[in-house]
């Protein structure tokens, strides 16, 4: 009679349950590491830290690219990514601790470095923001010993059951199972069988597993539910009572306005305005909380609170604002109405020193942004701006308050979430960007974009209206231009100006005839200068080029 074995679990099977192990164990560890940030803060949380650090590596090139393809997506993306990342490892963790438990352990451990490393190394860190990377594997490792724990005992009661039933080639008779039970059995097996005696069955994996799933949600829903409530500045926004601007913006001029259909509204809605910055979490900032510190190279360094700050003079100013990753034709360009102080008489107040050239202004979240000196002093309309279009600033663009300057692109003027005002040198401090090789000044460069015809979009013959929008904040537009395939330029009418900080809209009345037609459009500042036609990419300084498209006129 051949020799009876003990089948084992099939590879595949303990390879896929290992993996379903690690996943859940991991997923219970986030769930802890959510409900311990709702303690501490939500930028604690070790996929926010982890995240951001991803950001702060990633070169120039991918964030550009991420920034065309994904657009105001391109968080959401990375954090998926970062999670699906961490799916994959936590499976494979859980089938090494099938194997050997150490290793896995070892796994769950290295997760937990990570974390740490990427907490304490936040510009902004705070001592206790490593809790949630400590508590996460720490958690993690005891869901995971007690899985595989209990995986261990459902594949020792599956051999039994084995050995007493079925096996490859029949059921075993009952004399082979005599003769099996009457061999001596090496201690190893002994101490098996005396485990299968009490070990529990496959019912208490499934147990096991289901109640750390549960578990799982119920921190994570926790501790974002806590995180809703005790960092929400929502009822704080909504109690801000904006003042009456002792200078208020003067009214759309008759005309700015051309109301052609497929064209941008003049005035972008607060909703739809462009955001592009590097925070995973939208800063969540009460005004009882804010402050914000002038300091540096200055006679007189203050700090003062909202409230303060709304008793101070405001204007009232339309902008125009453009971030520098718009590519040519691209729509991160919004124009708005913004209320706040004017930014340089407040620094001026405080006796700024004349070898001062650089302003470094920091977000609640640790971003540094470096605008020029001289381009806030010059008497342009530079804010710090505490309401957009009527309303307080919303969350996503800077509340309670935030920096805006015409004529520069965001990334070396805009801070939103300012807190802190340093005024410094260039040759002393690299903000953000710069550390990045982005350039140090960078005003933001005429461009003219046209939005209708839709590119490649077929119409029929007869007269249509090329038109758009063209800005070159505080240059202002003078004059845009149109060409048909290769055609001579011709002048488009322009909408009244309002401001040289403010676009204007502008269209070309088109006598279209049958045929595929390339259209061009190129724009002139209001100082005579004629937008270049030489094709650049946003890096390092702002994107140039004519915009053109192709339509068919069927």
């Given at each position: 009679?051949?020799?009876?074995?003990?089948?084992?679990i099939?590879i595949?099977?303990?390879g896929?349950?290992?993996?379903l192990?690690?996943?859940?164990?991991?997923?219970?560890a986030?769930?802890?590491?959510?409900?311990?940030?709702a303690?501490?803060?939500?930028q604690?949380s070790?996929?926010?830290?982890v995240?951001?650090?991803v950001?702060?590596?990633?070169?120039?090139?991918?964030?550009e690219w991420a920034?065309?393809?994904?657009?105001?997506?391109?968080?959401?993306v990375?954090q998926s990514?970062?999670?699906?990342?961490?799916?994959?490892f936590a499976a494979?963790?859980g089938?090494?601790?099938?194997r050997?438990?150490l290793?896995g352990?070892?796994?769950?451990?290295i997760?937990?470095?990570?974390?740490?490393?990427?907490a304490?190394?936040?510009p902004?860190a705070q001592?206790l923001?490593?809790?949630?990377a400590?508590?996460?594997?720490?958690?993690?490792?005891?869901a995971?010993?007690?899985?595989?724990r209990?995986?261990?005992?459902?594949?020792l009661?599956?051999?039994?059951?084995?050995?007493?039933g079925?096996t490859?080639?029949?059921?075993?008779s009952?004399?082979?199972?005599a003769?099996?039970?009457?061999?001596?059995?090496?201690?190893?097996?002994?101490s098996?069988?005396?485990?299968?005696?009490?070990?529990?069955?496959?019912?208490?994996?499934?147990i096991?597993?289901?109640?750390?799933?549960?578990?799982?949600?119920?921190t994570?829903s926790v501790?974002r539910w806590?995180q809703?409530v005790?960092?929400?500045a929502?009822a704080?926004?909504?109690?801000?009572?904006?003042?009456?601007p002792?200078?208020p913006?003067?009214?759309?001029?008759a005309?700015?306005?051309?109301?052609l259909s497929?064209?941008t509204s003049?005035?972008?809605?607060?909703?739809?305005f462009?955001?592009v910055d590097?925070?995973?979490?939208?800063?969540?900032?009460?005004?009882?909380?804010w402050?914000?510190?002038?300091?540096g190279m200055?006679?007189?360094?203050?700090?003062?609170?909202?409230?303060?700050?709304l008793?101070?003079?405001?204007?009232?100013r339309?902008?125009?604002?453009?971030?520098?990753?718009n590519?040519?034709?691209?729509?991160?360009?919004?124009?708005?109405?913004?209320?706040?102080?004017?930014l340089g008489?407040l620094?001026?107040q405080?006796?700024?020193?004349?070898k001062?050239?650089?302003?470094?202004?920091?977000s609640?979240?640790?971003?540094?942004?470096?605008a020029?000196l001289?381009?806030?002093?010059?008497?342009r309309?530079a804010l710090?701006?505490?309401?957009?279009?009527g309303?307080?600033?919303?969350?996503?663009?800077?509340?309670?308050a935030r920096?805006?300057?015409?004529?520069?692109?965001g990334?070396?003027?805009?801070?939103?979430?300012v807190v802190?005002m340093?005024?410094?040198?260039?040759n002393?401090?690299?903000?953000y960007w710069?550390?990045r090789?982005?350039?140090?000044?960078?005003?933001?460069k005429?461009?003219?974009r046209?939005e209708?015809?839709q590119?490649?979009s077929?119409?029929?013959?007869g007269?249509?209206?090329?038109g758009?929008?063209?800005?070159?904040?505080?240059?202002?537009?003078?004059k845009?231009?149109?060409?048909?395939d290769?055609?001579?330029?011709?002048?488009?009418?322009?909408?009244t100006?309002?401001?040289?900080d403010?676009?204007?809209?502008?269209?070309?009345?088109?006598?279209?005839?049958p045929?595929?037609?390339?259209i061009t459009?190129r724009?002139?500042?209001g100082?005579?200068?004629?937008?270049?036609?030489?094709?650049?990419?946003?890096?390092?300084?702002g994107?140039?080029?004519?915009?053109?498209i192709?339509?068919t006129?069927?």
């Open positions: 009679m051949p020799k009876i074995r003990l089948p084992r099939g595949p099977v303990r896929i349950t290992g993996a192990c690690g996943i859940i164990a991991t997923a219970f986030l769930g802890v590491a959510e409900l311990v940030a303690l501490i803060r939500p604690a070790p996929v926010i830290t995240g951001q650090s950001i702060d590596a990633t070169p120039t090139p991918v964030k920034i065309a393809h994904f657009g105001f997506n391109d968080k959401l990375l990514g970062i999670l699906v990342i961490l799916a994959v494979i963790v089938v090494i601790a099938v050997r438990l290793f352990v070892i796994g769950v451990a997760f937990g470095v990570v974390g740490i490393a990427a304490a190394s936040r902004v001592l923001d490593v809790l949630p400590i508590a996460a594997p720490a958690a993690g490792a005891i995971l010993v007690v899985l595989v209990a995986l261990h005992r459902a594949d009661v599956s051999k039994t059951a084995t050995l007493a079925d490859e080639f029949g059921t075993a009952s004399d082979n199972v003769k099996a039970s009457k061999q001596p059995q090496p201690e190893s097996e002994q098996e069988h005396r485990e299968l005696r009490s070990s529990p069955s496959r019912r208490s994996l499934l096991a597993g289901s109640v750390f799933a549960g578990a799982a949600i119920a994570e501790g806590l809703g005790l960092y929400n929502r704080s926004r909504e109690a801000v009572k904006l003042p009456v002792v200078d913006a003067p009214p759309i001029p005309g700015a306005d051309l109301k497929g064209v003049y005035v972008t809605p607060n909703s739809t462009y955001k590097t925070t995973l979490v939208v800063p969540q900032v009460r005004t009882q909380d402050q914000l510190r002038i300091h200055v006679n007189e360094p203050i700090t003062f609170s909202f409230d303060e700050l008793k101070l003079p405001m204007i009232e339309m902008i125009t604002m453009t971030c520098v990753s590519e040519v034709g691209d729509r991160l360009v919004g124009n708005a109405t913004w209320l706040g102080v004017a008489p620094l001026k405080r006796g700024i020193s004349r001062a050239d650089q302003l470094v202004c920091r609640v979240d640790g971003m540094t942004i470096g020029p001289a381009a806030i002093m010059d008497g309309d710090l701006a505490v309401g957009m279009n309303e307080p600033l919303p969350f996503n663009h800077g509340f309670p920096v805006v300057v015409p004529g520069l692109y990334y070396c003027s805009a801070c939103k979430w802190d340093e005024a410094t040198t260039f002393a401090y690299d903000a710069v550390q090789d982005w350039a140090k000044v960078a005003p933001i005429t461009s003219a046209i209708t015809p590119p490649l077929s119409q029929g013959p007269r249509i209206n090329v758009g929008v063209a800005w070159a904040q505080h240059h202002g537009i003078s845009v231009e149109v060409k048909i290769e055609g001579p330029w011709q002048q488009a009418e322009l909408g100006a309002m401001s040289k403010v676009w204007r809209q502008w269209v070309y009345r088109w006598d279209a005839t045929g595929f037609h390339r459009a724009a002139t500042d100082n005579g200068q004629l937008q270049t036609a030489d094709r650049a990419k946003p890096f390092p300084n994107s140039s080029g004519w915009h053109n192709v339509v006129i069927e």
